[in-house]
Nanobody
Framework: VQLQASGGGLVQAGGSLRLSCAASGRTFSSYFMGWFRQAPGKEREFVALSGVSTYYADSVKGRFTISRDNAKNTLYLQMNSLKPEDTAVYYC?????????????????WGQGTLVTVSS
């Protein structure tokens, strides 16, 4: 599966953005789909995951919402109440397994990343 992320930009603290990730391939619905982010000088970290259920990092729980439209082969991340510490490059990723994982190393398909900058 090939992934194309979009929707990043510059926003003030407290604002909102919605990221999208368009996927190619006919088996989108069978994949675990996730969002990860990487801030400058930091490791890539888990943000949110969509499978049968949804899962979130504690740092974004209650502010971010992951969703997917299997008919459109698209994954979304609605980000509200953004904080400066949310600034990072956001990546969508796919994992063709029935076992969920929060570790970036277990995802084999990645989008190119989209930059989110939150100003204070």
């Amino acid at each position: 599966v090939q992934l194309q992320a979009s929707g990043g930009g510059l926003v003030q603290a407290g604002g909102s953005l919605r990221l999208s990730c368009a996927a190619s391939g006919r088996t989108f619905s069978s994949y675990f789909m996730g969002w990860f982010r990487q801030a400058p000088g930091k490791e890539r970290e888990f943000v949110a995951l969509s499978g049968v259920s949804t899962y979130y990092a504690d740092s974004v729980k209650g502010r971010f919402t992951i969703s997917r439209d299997n008919a459109k082969n698209t994954l979304y991340l609605q980000m509200n109440s953004l904080k400066p510490e949310d600034t990072a490059v956001y990546y969508c990723a796919a994992r063709s397994s029935s076992v969920r994982s929060y570790s970036a190393e277990n995802y084999h398909h990645w989008g190119q990343g989209t930059l989110v900058t939150v100003s204070s």
